[in-house]
């Protein structure tokens, strides 16, 4: 069974990271963020599943489950003898991913709880206007959906960079991209080598809302300029506009709004990311039928 936990715990997410990271260069900002949030939301699935079933073959190596069950824990044991140490290791990190899970899953609970108090104000509007000398600007997550300003904010922007902002925060709302930043960050939770795809994520959803924006003002300079004085002015408690808390970030925004560059989709690359994760999945499914198998052989 050595091999699933090679593949699916090891290999599969260091490749999709790495295929990943390279087909993001090759496609538009919204559809790279999506491949990459799903990718390492399935390997980071196929990574914990392997860990579940080789501490199930874990404690399945003990003499005392022998007993209770009546298998011959020597037979379980033998099928990773060269390995010993991956049973083991595998029950020593479940727990450690599912701390990290649950303890990611409660902050975003907790997010979540502190922007409805926004989202529960009373008003019929879209735009929530807080007075508030912070300058801060971020969306919230309906029913309802709500995009909150501090005039602090509104004290910096002219009109049309005020309207950039405002075109930004629509586009996190419609293109889902909260649910997309959630999932990335639990996947890296379950697995820290995906950490960089979830950075990624991050960095691709604020490029997604700044050429959509761009488009609905028509003015790629007045956003590149929204962009540069939210970062400069802003806290980094919410999640708007400002990423001054991400170095060179909010530098790499500019410059692919001033100077864009051409993508090429290329098919295959979308594929790859994808097809790893989704292949590894399937070869947990083949790992889940060998633990049984041998369970079965050991009686």
Not at 106 to 119: D, E, I, M, P, Q
Not at 190 to 205: E, T, W
Not at 256 to 265: I, N, S, T, V
Request: some cysteine.
């Amino acid at each position: 069974m050595f091999d699933h936990f090679a593949w699916s715990v090891l290999l599969v997410p260091a490749l999709t990271v790495a295929v990943a990271l390279l087909a993001s260069d090759f496609m538009p900002p919204r559809r790279a963020a999506a491949v990459l949030a799903w990718s390492a939301a399935g390997a980071a699935a196929a990574s914990t599943a392997n860990l579940v079933l080789f501490a199930v073959k874990a404690l399945a190596e003990l003499p005392a489950a022998g007993r209770v069950f009546g298998w011959s824990s020597d037979v379980v044991a033998n099928d990773t003898r060269a390995v010993p140490w991956v049973s083991w290791l595998s029950l020593a990190l479940l727990p450690i991913a599912a701390t990290a899970f649950f303890r990611t899953r409660n902050r975003h609970r907790a997010a979540l709880a502190f922007a409805a108090g926004f989202a529960g104000l009373p008003s019929d509007r879209e735009v929530l206007v807080v007075p508030d000398p912070a300058p801060e600007a971020f969306s919230i997550e309906g029913p309802p959906a709500r995009i909150v300003v501090t005039t602090g904010m509104l004290d910096l922007l002219d009109d049309r960079q005020i309207a950039a902002l405002l075109a930004h925060e629509r586009e996190h709302l419609r293109g889902g991209h909260h649910r997309l930043a959630r999932m990335a960050e639990l996947a890296c939770a379950l697995h820290p080598l995906l950490r960089i795809l979830a950075r990624r994520v991050d960095y691709l959803i604020e490029r997604a809302a700044d050429e959509s924006a761009a488009v609905s003002v028509g003015d790629r300079r007045s956003v590149a300029l929204a962009v540069g004085t939210a970062a400069l002015a802003g806290t980094g408690a919410g999640p708007g506009l400002h990423l001054a808390d991400q170095p060179g970030v909010v530098p790499r925004r500019v410059r692919e709004l001033l100077r864009p560059r051409r993508r090429r989709l290329a098919r295959s690359l979308l594929i790859l990311p994808i097809a790893l994760a989704g292949f590894s999945l399937v070869w947990t499914l083949e790992a889940a039928r060998d633990l049984l198998e041998l369970l079965h052989a050991a009686t």
